[in-house]
C-alpha cells in the first residue's frame, strides 16, 4: 500500500499548477529549492510546537507544499524540455535534505533524539534501496509498504490531529508514534525493495 501507486493522477491534478510556474518563469530547480525552504518552514514550525501545540497545524501545511512542489519540479522540467540527469540528480539530492529536515524538528519538538535517528534511518535507507536499483540497471523502486508520498502524507495529517487535540497513546504522542512507525516501517519498506530487486536481477 502506497501512495506512490497514484502518482499518474498526481501528476493530472499538478497541471494547472505547472502551467502557472510556466507562465511566471519558475524554473525546476528554483522550485526544487522552494521545495527545500517549506521543509525548512515545517521543522522550524515542529520545533516551536514545542511550546505552542499550534505550531503543528503550520507544520502540516509547509510539508504539504514540500510535496506539491516535489511534484511540480519534475512535471514543469518535462513540459518545458529540461527534465535531465544533472536535474533529477538535483530533485534526490534535495528530497533526502527534506526527509532529514522535517524528522529532525519532529524529533527536536519532542527531544526524542535518538528514535529521531532511528527514523531519519529508516527513511534514509527506504530511498537508498529506491534508487540503487537504478544503479544495478534496474527501473526506480517505488513500491513497499512506506513510500515518500506516505510519510508526507502521515505527518501532515498526524501534526495537524497532534495540533488541534491534547492526546497521548502509551505514554506517547501521536508524532512520536509517527516516528517510531518511520523507524521500523522504514526500515521494513527498505528490506521489501531489497528483495524486490535481488529477485528481479535473478539473484
Known amino acids: 500500500m502506497t501512495l506512490d501507486g497514484l502518482r499518474p493522477l498526481a501528476d493530472r491534478m499538478m497541471s494547472p499548477l505547472v502551467s502557472g510556474a510556466k507562465r511566471a518563469g519558475l524554473t525546476p530547480n528554483g522550485i526544487s529549492i522552494l521545495a527545500l525552504l517549506a521543509a525548512l518552514a515545517a521543522a ?4 516551536a510546537a514545542s511550546e505552542m501545540r499550534l505550531f503543528y497545524l503550520a507544520g502540516a501545511v509547509f510539508v504539504l507544499v514540500n510535496g506539491v512542489l ?3 519540479d519534475g512535471n514543469l522540467a518535462r513540459e518545458l524540455g529540461t527534465d535531465s540527469r544533472a536535474g533529477d540528480l538535483l530533485d534526490h539530492v534535495l528530497d533526502r535534505y527534506a526527509d532529514i529536515i522535517i524528522i529532525s524538528g519532529l524529533a527536536a519538538g519532542l527531544g526524542e533524539y535518538a528514535l529521531g535517528l532511528a527514523a531519519v534511518t529508516g527513511v534514509l535507507m527506504t530511498s537508498y534501496l529506491g534508487t540503487q536499483a537504478q544503479a544495478v540497471d534496474l527501473d526506480r523502486v517505488y513500491g513497499g509498504i512506506l513510500g515518500r508520498a506516505d510519510r508526507l502524507a502521515l505527518t501532515g495529517v498526524v501534526s ?3 495540533a488541534l487535540v491534547d492526546i497521548s497513546i502509551g505514554g506517547l504522542t501521536p508524532v512520536a508514534w509517527l516516528l517510531v512507525v518511520f523507524a521500523v516501517v522504514g526500515h521494513i ?4 525493495r531489497f528483495y524486490y530487486a535481488m529477485q528481479a536481477l535473478g539473484e
Open 44 to 47: 522550524g514550525s515542529f520545533y
Open 189 to 192: 519498506t527498505a528490506l521489501q
Open 160 to 162: 495537524a490531529v497532534t
Open 70 to 72: 516535489d511534484l511540480v
